[in-house]
C-alpha cells in the first residue's frame, strides 16, 4: 500500500512535468501566431532592403521597423515627418502614423534604400462629401 503511493506521487509529479513541457510547446506556436498578426505593421530591414517596401496601414497605426541586416541602417523620412536613429542589428523604430498620406522615406546611410507608408483613413467609411 505504502509503494503505491509513492508510485503514485511520482506518477503524479511525471505527469506534471509532462504538462508543463507541453505547455512549453503550445507557448512556441501562439508566439508565432502573435508575430504573424503584426507583420501587418513591421517593416523588415534585411540587405539593403525594406520589407514591404510598401505597406499600407490604417491612421493610428504604429509601425516597427525592424533592423535584421548585420550593419547599421535608418529610417528617414523624405518630408521629415519621421527620423530614426541609426539602427544597429536587431534595434528597432515605431512611429505612429496619425494622419493619412503617403510616407516616403530612406535611409540616409544608403539613400537607395528606400520605401513607402501609405496611411489611409481609420474610419473605412465613405468618401468625404
Ligand atoms: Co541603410
Same mark, same amino acid.
Given at each position: ?30 508566439? +508565432?501566431? #502573435? *508575430? !504573424? ?8 530591414? %534585411?540587405?539593403? /532592403? $525594406? &520589407? ?24 528617414? +523620412?523624405? #518630408? *521629415? !515627418? ?8 536587431? %534595434?528597432?523604430? /515605431? $512611429? &505612429? ?24 483613413? +481609420? ?7
Amino acid at each position: 500500500m505504502r509503494i503505491t503511493l509513492v508510485r503514485a506521487a511520482l506518477l503524479a509529479a511525471m505527469v506534471g512535468l509532462i504538462l508543463n513541457a507541453l505547455n512549453a510547446l503550445n507557448a512556441l506556436p501562439a508566439a +508565432a501566431a #502573435e *508575430t !504573424a498578426a503584426a507583420a501587418g505593421t513591421t517593416v523588415k530591414i %534585411d540587405n539593403f /532592403t $525594406f &520589407t514591404p517596401q510598401s505597406l499600407t496601414v490604417k491612421a493610428g497605426t504604429t509601425v516597427t521597423w525592424i533592423n535584421e541586416d548585420d550593419i547599421p541602417h535608418t529610417v528617414v +523620412a523624405t #518630408e *521629415t !515627418a519621421f527620423k530614426s536613429k541609426v539602427l544597429d542589428t536587431d %534595434d528597432k523604430y /515605431t $512611429f &505612429t502614423f496619425t494622419a493619412a498620406g503617403t510616407f516616403q522615406y530612406f535611409c540616409s546611410l544608403h539613400p537607395h534604400m528606400t520605401g513607402t507608408i501609405v496611411v489611409v483613413p +481609420a474610419g473605412g467609411g465613405g468618401a468625404a462629401p
